[in-house]
T-cell receptor
Framework: GESVGLHLPTLSVQEGDNSIINCAYS??????FIWYKQESGKGPQFIID?????DKRQGQRVTVLLNKTVKHLSLQIAATQPGDSAVYFC???????????FGPGTRLSVLP | DTGVSQDPRHKITKRGQNVTFRCDPI?????LYWYRQTLGQGPEFLTYFQNEAQLEKSRLLSDRFSAERPKGSFSTLEIQRTEQGDSAMYLC?????????????FGQGTRLTVV
């Protein structure tokens, strides 16, 4: 199938370890953020979102942290599994809400 | 399956031909987005609809690209006189927007190859 993100930054982690994927977003006025996971040949899959009035949100095995001061977003994945291997994108949305702007992506590779 | 559906999944066309892609959003969503994605890049916004109104189309790549959502439900993206540079994955997403945004869900995309 199609390979997504051939030349993206890669994060390699051992199975069972925690992963931290970082994203610098571009617009200080953005008020809504989403992390997506994309596997080869598939569309982006929603993982977790956060609004700008929060600095942390937890889901199942995932946590998103938002630092508005430095325009930084991170995704933490606990107990990383082989099925977590994919390209991860952060997306930001302005209050006008016209569209989601995607970051460049990070490839997560889970080592056995 | 109540997710976003795109058709076809793959399209191979000769340069100069016209192609049309279809997107069926999640039924209760009022917003529909079209994105393009090339290898090694994140999705690139093209256009979006709020119900049947196309509210932003300045990001469409050229006048060869057009999109419609005639009844506020499904949408089509047409590329006329295709060029090799149009080869990419075309993604559709939908969301609900009222007072604020909610998560946008993507379809599996249409992979276009122009030969």
């Amino acid at each position: 199938g199609e390979s997504v993100g051939l030349h993206l930054p890669t994060l390699s982690v051992q199975e069972g370890d925690n992963s931290i994927i970082n994203c610098a977003y571009s617009n200080s006025a953005s008020d809504y953020f989403i992390w997506y996971k994309q596997e080869s040949g598939k569309g982006p899959q929603f993982i977790i979102d956060i609004r700008s009035n929060m600095d942390k949100r937890q889901g199942q095995r995932v946590t998103v942290l938002l630092n508005k001061t430095v325009k930084h977003l991170s995704l933490q994945i606990a107990a990383t599994q082989p099925g977590d291997s994919a390209v991860y994108f952060c997306a930001e949305n302005l209050p006008s809400g016209q569209n989601f702007v995607f970051g460049p992506g990070t490839r997560l590779s889970v080592l056995p | 399956d109540t997710g976003v559906s795109q058709d076809p999944r793959h399209k191979i066309t000769k340069r100069g031909q016209n192609v049309t892609f279809r997107c069926d959003p999640i039924s209760e969503h009022n917003r529909l987005y079209w994105y393009r994605q090339t290898l090694g890049q994140g999705p690139e916004f093209l256009t979006y609809f709020q119900n049947e109104a196309q509210l932003e189309k300045s990001r469409l790549l050229s006048d060869r690209f057009s999109a419609e959502r005639p009844k506020g439900s499904f949408s089509t993206l047409e590329i006329q006189r295709t060029e090799q540079g149009d080869s990419a994955m075309y993604l559709c997403a939908s969301s609900w927007r009222d007072l604020g945004d909610t998560e946008a869900f993507f379809g599996q995309g249409t992979r276009l190859t122009v030969v």
